[in-house]
Antibody
């Protein structure tokens, strides 16, 4: 059974930093691209970032480029999102999702499994 | 910047059929955008319904179907049920690793 378990969310002040983690199980982690998707309170879903299976390629939405860094540790089956220079508008539930890009074997331009979501609140 | 467009809200009667669409503010959607569809109820993570235009995700009932409808991608729900009342999002792959969500459609079953 595929499971994605996010951790690391919470309250942070504007300008601060936070690192989200997503522990994956139930599939060959390194064989799949992984993504982060967020949802601000009362708003729709927004793609944030994606990383290829081996981590060699990363992609970002314009709204987070230069502030957020996606990475992965395939030895630990874990996906990360380092968020710096946080702003109030980054307040959202952050979801880890399997897919959204390419691995060495194939491309999956959709998301097939989702974590439960992790709330990040940026406020003073 | 290209925007992915969806109907903000739709309604359907129980047992009825409804089609949700996914377009582009500039240009036409084709299968090379690999359209996918997600269902979300309040407080829950999204659930994947359709990927690559018309492939149902595992466990998704066959009353959900994906297709191309003119210059848009479409999600059709046939025989709508009360628990289909949800928000529905489409996603398009824009190339160069970039994925964009539509604004979502709030579906009411009444």
């Amino acid at each position: 059974e595929v499971q994605l378990l996010e951790s690391g969310g919470g309250l942070v002040q504007p300008g601060g930093s936070l690192r989200l983690s997503c522990a994956a199980s139930g599939f060959t982690f390194s064989s799949y691209a992984m993504s982060w998707v967020r949802q601000a309170p009362g708003k729709g879903l927004q793609w944030v970032s994606a990383i290829s299976g081996l981590g060699g390629s990363t992609y970002y939405a314009d709204s987070v480029k230069g502030r957020f860094t996606i990475s992965r540790d395939n030895s630990k089956n874990t996906l990360y999102l380092q968020m710096n220079s946080l702003r109030a508008e980054d307040t959202a539930v952050y979801y880890c999702a399997k897919g959204g890009g390419c691995s060495s074997a194939s491309c999956q331009y959709s998301f097939d499994y989702w974590g439960q979501g992790m709330l990040v609140t940026v406020s003073s | 910047q290209t925007v992915v467009t969806q109907e903000p809200a739709l309604s359907v009667s129980p047992g009825g059929t409804v089609t949700l669409t996914c377009g582009l503010s500039s240009g036409s959607v084709s299968t090379r955008y690999y359209p996918s569809w997600y269902q979300q109820t309040p407080g829950q993570a999204p659930r994947t319904l359709i990927y690559s235009t018309n492939t149902r995700s595992s466990g998704v009932p066959d009353r959900f179907s994906g297709s191309m409808f003119g210059n848009k991608a479409a999600l059709t729900i046939t025989g709508a049920q009360a628990d289909d009342e949800s928000d529905y999002y489409c996603v398009l792959y824009m190339g160069n690793g970039i994925v964009v969500f539509g604004g979502g459609t709030k579906l009411t079953v009444l």
